[in-house]
């Protein structure tokens, strides 16, 4: 099973995987009549399933399309304003860490393909420009068709295959509809229903549709659907939808997949002649030079992420955990004014004027940051509520002074 897990990191990120990953609860329903025609099936059984599924080989072609609900352009241009203001900006456009950033946005195709957790390939399709990523044993490639730049890093004596765990720079990397299944299969609470609703083809494959969906009022979450191999448990596809509506904020899935193992040729890798080729160790024996931040997080976004999320109930590294489930709120209390955007850097007012809004309540007034899954309210006081929730339950909990 973990080997298995370990297979599948280059496939496809979703960024949102671990707020759907949210509290959830177990309600055991039998499969409701479609096509195709499959023996009824508990939810409890097909996580079973799930669970027990241990794929190690697939090829196949892979679509992923999300909607975060972001004025991509005013975000675009206020955080390039940013980077370039902070010296950043990668050193290669093969370098993973940055290139894979564009699937957060729009609709894009991949070839996918896995021979254990030794070997994965992702090539993603632009046009007649391809962009790969290639995990052999201990090397990573990457490779930009259109710039002939390549990317590669080796990992050190004695530690897991970059791949195994994390990307280059420390960068988890990508996972299937399989990861995002077990993040939020793995949190069972009482808060959320799962039944099973049906049957569908998936890239030519008979699976069920397991459906999970929140009890609570007051989340961004609309719906977590997953198709499920019928066959032998593989997620296929992985669908979360927002109350919002329109279009499901995250759409994943197969649309071609064999289970054959794959060539060895298909893993293998040689820098074209003439390739500008990065050596991800170079960047590392320089310090990282290019992040801002030296590697990490600063203290105080480090404990607000770490103790945001699912299990967390309880203060922590200075963040104050409200509500329960789907409805979990993070409170940091930043001990600090938030800046006045007129006196901030232009970049930073054009990122705040894209997808700010300003509110008051009681609790005083501030700025609401929306997506249509996570929102978050900046007070001018210095406290953040952020959370899968809506403005109203953001608004109350600010005002409720919690």
Known sequence: MAESRKASRYIVPVAVAGVAAATIGLVPALAASGDPDLPEITAQQLIEKIAASDTQTLSGTFRISTDLGLPLEGLTSGLGGLAGGMGGGGSTSADPSERLTQLISGSHTL????????????????????????????DVWAYDSKSKEVF??????????????????????????????????KAAGDTTSITVDGTAKVAGRDAYQLVIKPKQSGSTVESVKIAVDAANG??????????????????????????????ASDFTFKAPEGAKVTEGGAEKAAGEKSDPFGGQLPKGLEDAFGGFGPGAASDKGGVN?????????????????????????????????????????????????????VNALLTDDGRVYVGAVTKDALVDAANAGK
């Open 111 to 138: 070839r996918v393909a896995a021979d254990g957790p030794e070997r994965q390939k992702l090539t993603l399709l632009d046009g007649s420009d391809e962009y790969s990523l290639i995990h052999n044993g201990n």
């Open 152 to 185: 590669h890093e080796k990992a050190p004596a004695g530690t897991d295959a970059p791949g195994a765990h994390d990307g280059p720079k420390g960068q988890e990397l990508p996972g299937t509809p399989k990861q995002l299944a077990d993040e939020v299969l």
């Open 234 to 263: 593989t997620p296929l596809k992985f669908t979360l939808a927002s109350v919002e509506g329109g279009k499901p904020v995250v759409d994943a899935g197969f649309t071609k997949i064999d289970f054959s193992k794959p060539a």
């Open 321 to 373: 955990v409200i509500g329960e489930g789907w409805t979990t709120i993070a409170k940091i209390d930043t001990g600090a004014p938030a800046p006045k955007t007129d006196e901030a850097p232009k970049e930073f007012q054009g990122l705040l004027d894209s997808f700010g809004d300003k509110v008051t309540g009681a609790f005083g007034s501030g700025t609401l940051f929306k997506t249509k899954i």
